[in-house]
């Protein structure tokens, strides 16, 4: 999202300057992390041969959830050519956009095919969300209330493990890993995309289906 992009790099380099002046040892938040940051879409892990993109959404941001379908459509037309990597990154003025980053940690923990769908469920009732919505509720109430929300996606059974998951530190530490790994990589809006590793322009905005056609055949034409 554009709006507010100066506060955004500003909270950026208040993290980056705490990394710094610590020179990486807090614990138990110790980075590098264990394993690369993201989820990959449809199992795709590519290779040497397929076109990577990295997608850096929120959640509960208006453009990450247009830009959705669009790359969906893209996806599905290119095939094994091209695979999704998603990191999440809660901006901080977007209420609410680190317990929802944090729910989809704790779906993908549990089992990682709850991942996408329980991301397209934020997406399409993301204004459930919305400061707006929520200004009147505490921080337990909508954690409960996020809880709830997931259990239609992964199912009743889960719903315990869900609650449980808010209460593990681990899920926590996944979620500020995430938000630093896309401060490292100079990402300061939601959408944001690198394909091959090089950034996109239009930070922030949504693309559409004929953008992403007019990026990928190109390369697809190269290999």
């Keep these: 999202m554009k709006r507010q992009h100066h506060f955004a790099i500003t909270q950026l380099s208040y993290i980056f300057l705490f990394i710094t002046s610590s020179k990486w040892n807090v614990l138990p938040q110790n980075l590098p992390p264990p394993r690369y940051d ?13 076109i990577l993109i990295e997608a850096f959404l929120d959640p ?25 990597v998603v990191h999440l990154l809660p901006l901080p003025y977007h209420d609410n ?41 505490s921080k337990d ?20 493990p869900l609650q449980f998951g808010f209460n593990d530190i681990q899920t926590d530490l996944k979620t500020r890993v995430s938000f630093k790994y896309s ?8 959408p944001f995309f690198f394909v091959n590793g090089f950034g996109l322009p239009g930070a922030g905005s949504a693309l559409d289906y004929k953008v992403w056609r007019s990026i990928i055949d190109p390369l697809v034409g190269a290999k």
């Design 97 to 137: 956009a680190f317990v929802a980053s944090r729910a989809l940690h704790i779906a993908n923990m549990l089992n990682c095919s709850f991942t996408f769908p329980l991301l397209e469920q934020f997406f399409k009732h993301q204004e459930m969300f919305y400061g707006s919505e929520t200004r009147n509720l």
């Design 141 to 160: 109430s909508i954690v409960k209330e996020i809880v709830k929300f997931a259990t239609v996606i992964v199912g009743s059974s889960y719903s315990s």
């Design 38 to 50: 993201g989820f990959v879409y449809e199992n795709r892990k590519g290779g040497s041969d397929s």
């Design 183 to 190: 401060a490292s990589r100079g990402v300061y809006a939601t």
């Design 60 to 84: 509960v941001c208006p453009d990450s959830r247009d830009t959705w379908p669009p790359l969906q459509k893209a996806l599905k037309h290119y095939g094994s050519r091209v695979s999704l």
